[in-house]
């Protein structure tokens, strides 16, 4: 089966078309053709996404990106070999969602093909199927880490899973990028200061931050990190320079105390659903301190851990089409005229 998928969810315009083929628990991908334009350079300036400033960006990229997609594939423009098209409807910014699903409809108009909603937040968990080298043992617990969500989630199968816990306020993607404003670096603000704190991290430390490890202790699984932001911003105001020494001394204890929790109550969750597999999705999990944390807890606890390979943790249309296929082999997909963009629409 050929999906050609549409992600237009945030600042990331992407099309690929992706080949898919097998069963569960081990179904098999193979790209034919992917293109993306990232709107970063565009957002920098302000320091965020501003979503009628994404809209306008997302129109003027999708129809560049399809050509460029169909033709890695080697399909034609005017009846592309396809079996369907999966189109993001959310999670994410509204106006930004709807040029896609907009998209999507004229396509599958003009092309005679059925199109399907798919769920972000279900890309980002099922990204790890990219390199599905082993079936993925149940129960699993997964850690969904991104600009806009950070969830913990307890997978029992490819259909039934459910949010054990989520932040109450920022999620810690925000907080990487908020932090990183206050020191004065560029948006995205996550590979920034994960670069910083790793050159603290090899030198001996000649600051002595210490920031709050939010609801480290609470007894759920949900996080807080608007709190650690504001604890950052005081620290900041007190001090009378902001060199680069400072900066990534800061950087490193903001993220530290960013990542604590999520390792805290990832570990708790394993433990109280007795997950075999961990799997990490979204953006931050492109975080070296952090991978290198999940991996000391995979192997303290035993649980196979699946992450996705860099290009896919932040946004991309292969893990929408990867959703859609888990989609398509346990409930069977339903295509839809009526297709909206829902701006919280929750992972279920
Ligand atoms: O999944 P994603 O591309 O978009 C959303 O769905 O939100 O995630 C983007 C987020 C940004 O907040 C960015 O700062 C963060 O992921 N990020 C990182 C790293 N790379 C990207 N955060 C921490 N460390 C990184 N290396
Ligand atoms: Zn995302």
């Not at 053709?33 to 809209?55: D, F, R, T, W």
Request: with cysteine; net charge negative.
């Amino acid at each position: 089966m050929k999906i050609l998928a549409i992600e237009t969810s945030c600042d990331e315009t992407a099309i690929c078309i992706l080949e898919c083929a097998g069963k569960m628990p081990q179904p098999q991908f193979k790209v034919l053709g992917n293109a993306l334009v990232s709107q970063i350079h565009i957002h920098k300036e302000y320091g965020g996404v501003y979503p009628m400033l994404a809209k306008r960006e997302h129109i003027k990229n999708l129809p560049i990106v399809l050509k460029a997609a169909l033709k890695e594939a080697g399909e034609s423009a005017e009846n592309p070999n396809i079996d369907m098209i999966a189109v993001t409807a959310g999670p994410g910014l509204e106006p930004a969602l709807w040029t896609g699903i907009e998209f999507a409809k004229g396509l599958g108009e003009k092309w005679g093909k059925p199109v399907v909603p798919i769920n972000h937040m279900e890309g980002h968990l099922w990204s790890v199927l990219f390199n599905n080298d082993k079936p993925i043992e149940f129960p699993a617990i997964a850690l969904l880490v991104s600009g806009g969500h950070t969830e913990l989630v307890h997978v029992e199968g490819f259909d039934k899973f459910n949010i054990i816990g989520r932040t109450r306020d920022d999620a810690v993607g925000e907080a990487f990028d908020k932090v990183a404003r206050l020191l004065d670096l560029p948006y995205p603000g996550g590979p920034k200061i994960s670069a910083m704190a790793e050159i603290a991290r090899k030198r001996e430390s000649i600051m002595d931050f210490r920031f709050p490890r939010p609801m480290l202790n609470t007894d759920n699984y949900d996080f807080s990190y608007s709190g650690l932001k504001t604890s950052v911003l005081y620290t900041t105001r007190k001090l009378d320079k902001l060199d680069e020494d400072t900066k990534a001394e800061i950087a490193r204890e903001f993220e530290e105390a960013a990542i604590e929790p999520l390792i805290e109550k990832t570990t708790r969750a394993i433990d109280e659903f007795g997950a075999r597999t961990l799997i990490v999705g979204g953006g931050v999990s492109a975080n070296a301190y952090l991978r290198e944390k999940l991996s000391t807890l995979s192997l303290e606890r035993g649980v196979d851990l699946r992450l996705p390979s860099p290009e896919l943790t932040t946004d991309n249309a292969v893990m929408i089409a990867i959703a859609a296929y888990v989609r398509h082999l346990t409930h069977g997909l339903t295509p839809s005229e009526d297709i909206r963009a829902r701006g919280n629409l929750p992972l279920s």
